[in-house]
């Protein structure tokens, strides 16, 4: 039996038989087996990737269903010729579990056959289809592992790789960024991403990478001695410390890149100071606003009575304040 599956606008025919399980290979980019052997490079062998997956609980539970169901629903994506399973690595190894109590009755499996000479442009795309943008079942880490192995392998524009996907040009970005970022850091433990996703995209985190060479290694050496307790403490903690202007702020990042200091101290000292409520920041965005160039220049095309009349209320109300401060 044949049939048509279009990956990224081409059409592929496909034939469905089933296949002797023993004659089936693993996909050696599953991400799964990446994200657990902790590498960025290199190919796992087929006994060690079949142990891996084997042992992940959720193929145990997948076993149960295929052996109530007596066979698979959704049948293996298999490359002809090597038969690499394209598509259902965990529905094969599940099969092999239950082989090892009955080989006869689990000896087959159902699958269907893609062209040998398939390109890997279009096995990352159908792979992505399912697991990227379908019904998402690889974690951010591994999605941004097999983005960033894609990358590298192919040397593919990233913004091609993003369309091939279907998925934004930022988002491609940032998941390789932040992968990267562990690659470089000597951490690929997949429980740390979201730390480091967090550590990245705080903006004003971001000041402060810049300009203090340390901080970078000081918090992945934190992450990796579990010293940081959940990835929020990285955007309110450090981050709270780092959206304080001023240099005391300053002092005590520079305090935590060197290691004086963990991020919850720090996140204390600048409690203390009270920089950290929003009445202190809307007022420092206030005056920082009307100090500025651009908007003393605008206010001379404004009407000069309404002005005049807006600063003077102002000027009150200042004062008033002030004057409660001075009596408190």
Known sequence: MSEKLTIGKKEYVILEKEIRQSDLRFYPENPRVYSILNVS??????????????NMEHVKQLKLSIEANGGLIDPLIVRDGDNVVLEGNSRLAAY????????????????????????????????GQYHIIGRKDWSPFEQAGYLYRRLKSSEVPIEYIAQELGITESSAKNYIKVYSFMVDNGDLRSEHWSYYDEYLKNMSIKKYRETNANLDSKIVEEVKKGNIAQAADIRNKLGGIAKVTGKTANRIMAEISEGKIDIYTGFERIEDTGKTGNIYQMLYKFRNKINENDFRNKIKYEDQKQVHFELSKIKKAIEKLLNELDKK
């Open 41 to 54: 490079d290199g190919i796992p062998e087929q006994d060690e990737i079949e142990e891996i997956i084997t």
């Open 96 to 127: 092999r579990l239950l082989a090892r109590k009955d080989p006869t009755k689990w000896g087959k499996v159902k699958c269907k056959i893609l062209p040998g000479d398939i390109s890997e442009s279009a096995i990352f795309t159908l792979l």
